[in-house]
Nanobody, 116 residues
């Protein structure tokens, strides 16, 4: 099983980034997929979630509503996080998380830094 995040980097306030998480080793379409983030000295918090199966329902943390969009491409076993209007407080390591009926997996994380 692998979850490989990419797309992080350094961006100025107000900028955009698109994170990707490529999954392998499990039936991706049946898993709920989420993005979490963890800033230094802070807990790992949920950013956004998209359900598996036919639903595709989404859920967002209040702090990112209207700015971030989670989506998935089941044909490519990939989940995305489009991040717009980025703020310095969005700076964190972003983790991909797969949650299935009896198993769950974490990616290794990708750093996002928002700074001028």
């Amino acid at each position: 099983v692998q979850l490989v995040e990419s797309g992080g980097g350094l961006v100025q306030p107000g900028g955009s980034l698109r994170l990707s998480c490529a999954a392998s080793g499990f039936v991706f379409s049946t898993y709920h997929m989420s993005w979490y983030r963890q800033a230094p000295g802070e807990e790992r918090d949920l950013v956004a979630r998209i359900s598996g199966g036919a639903g595709g329902r989404t859920q967002y943390a209040d702090s990112v509503k209207g700015r971030f969009t989670i989506s998935r491409d089941n044909a490519k076993n990939t989940v995305f996080l489009q991040m717009n209007s980025l703020k310095p407080e969005d700076t964190a390591v972003y983790y991909c998380y797969a949650n299935g009926p009896s198993t769950s997996y974490w990616g290794q994380g990708t750093q996002v830094t928002v700074s001028s």
